[in-house]
């Protein structure tokens, strides 16, 4: 039996493969005061998802939101120190510092960073000061409470399990 094979053209460098221009929804802004809250329970680098909720973290503060984001579980352990053979290193350039270099932009735009100190200490086996410069170390009670304050406030509530 012949197999039908779907013919088209190759992709090519430079050239689109989807329409990236369409848009359905309008570019929509926060309203003054507007919160976003974003809740990152997440193995490091096993997977795209907390990377992306970080950049979504980022878009959502410049459409004008007061954005912070929880690093908290296993996901204590991005916002941290690290590299090869150094700390900062980015040894055989395998992406060693796209997480810490993630949290770094939050940080400078404005972004309010919090990890829990409990799952760096007990998952993790590190210490506040292993946390990168800015981040907010929170006791793991405080996650309930930050989610209670931010559904109290009508804030936009984004949370990210993997495990």
């Known amino acids: 039996m012949a197999v039908d094979r779907v013919k088209s053209e190759r992709p090519q460098e430079g050239k689109a493969l989807v329409d990236y221009e369409e848009k359905l929804f309008p570019d929509h802004q926060a309203n003054e005061g507007e919160k976003a809250l974003f809740l990152i329970h997440s193995v490091p680098y096993e997977g795209s998802v907390a990377g992306i909720n970080m950049l979504t973290a980022i878009r959502a503060k410049r459409k004008g939101y007061d954005v912070s984001v929880l690093f908290y579980g296993p996901a204590s352990g991005i916002p941290v120190y690290r590299g090869w053979p150094n700390v ?42 292993s946390f990168i410069e800015g981040v907010t170390p929170i006791h793991p009670t405080d996650i309930l409470d930050i989610v209670i304050e931010h559904h109290r406030e009508g804030a936009m509530m984004f949370s990210t399990w993997t495990v």
Do not use: M
């Not at 290193?89 to 993630?102: C, E, K, S, V």
């Not at 949290?103 to 998952?123: D, H, M, N, P």
């Open 88 to 129: 900062g290193d980015d040894g055989y350039g395998a992406g060693i510092q796209l997480y810490p270099n993630l949290v770094r932009r939050l940080l400078s735009e404005g972004i309010t960073v919090y990890a829990c100190r409990f799952s760096a200490a007990a998952l993790l086996g590190q210490n506040e000061s």
